[in-house]
T-cell receptor, first 110, second 114 residues
Framework: EDQVTQSPEALRLQEGESSSLNCSYT??????LFWYRQDPGKGPEFLFT???AGEEKEKERLKATLTKKESFLHITAPKPEDSATYLC???????????FGTGTRLQVTL | DSGVTQTPKHLITATGQRVTLRCSPR?????VYWYQQSLDQGLQFLIH???????AKGNILERFSAQQFPDLHSELNLSSLELGDSALYFC?????????????FGPGTRLTVL
């Protein structure tokens, strides 16, 4: 069965303090690894899709990378508005579903 | 704004009742997915429809059912509601049925069962 583990569960950073979030996965036949951002009570907002090991994608202060076993979401010089829960999900084989991790709650303070 | 719309935003009902949640996918998307998010379970896949046909089922209870209509909107029906059904219900859509397609999520419906 597909498994996704995210760490840490929670992370508190000061504004400008860069860090990385980890997503470890176990799947058979990865078709895509997806990063989403979710604000409290809102729907997940799509950030990135990574399809193969070695792939990297960037958007503003965020950069996602992928290896054969894990993905990292690097946050450079975060701002308070980056505070949210970041969710990692995988899709494997011909499966319809996304299998989600439990997320990393990020809080960025002034 | 993802372009996926869901109604209602909030729903409060009693145990044993039946409710219907509605979802309209992004313009041009043919796939609709339903997910449940509760505090202790995270986001769980319920069901996938593509162009009106059921494609896959996840951990969906027998008390729950869904359909996708010719205009591509979808409805999730929850019956004989229990306290444990209280959760956020999200709809997502994608262009096609491919497992590489990105799923875009709606704002969700918060269901409270009293």
């Amino acid at each position: 069965e597909d498994q996704v583990t995210q760490s840490p569960e929670a992370l508190r950073l000061q504004e400008g303090e860069s860090s990385s979030l980890n997503c470890s996965y176990t799947v058979s036949g990865l078709r895509g690894l997806f990063w989403y951002r979710q604000d409290p009570g809102k729907g997940p907002e799509f950030l990135f899709t990574l399809y193969s090991a070695g792939e990297e994608k960037e958007k503003e202060r965020l950069k996602a990378t992928l290896t054969k076993k894990e993905s990292f979401l690097h946050i450079t010089a975060p701002k308070p508005e980056d505070s949210a829960t970041y969710l990692c999900a995988v899709r494997a084989g011909t499966a319809s579903k996304l299998t989600f991790g439990t997320g990393t709650r990020l809080q960025v303070t002034l | 704004d993802s372009g996926v719309t869901q109604t209602p935003k909030h729903l409060i009902t009693a145990t044993g009742q039946r409710v219907t949640l509605r979802c309209s996918p992004r313009s041009g998307d043919l796939s609709v997915y339903w997910y449940q998010q509760s505090l202790d379970q995270g986001l769980q896949f319920l069901i996938h429809y593509y162009n009106g046909e059921e494609r896959a089922k996840g951990n969906i209870l027998e008390r729950f059912s869904a359909q996708q209509f010719p205009d591509l909107h979808s409805e999730l029906n929850l019956s004989s509601l229990e306290l444990g059904d209280s959760a956020l219900y999200f709809c997502a859509s994608s262009a096609g049925p491919s497992s590489t397609d990105t799923q875009y999520f709606g704002p969700g419906t918060r269901l409270t069962v009293l």
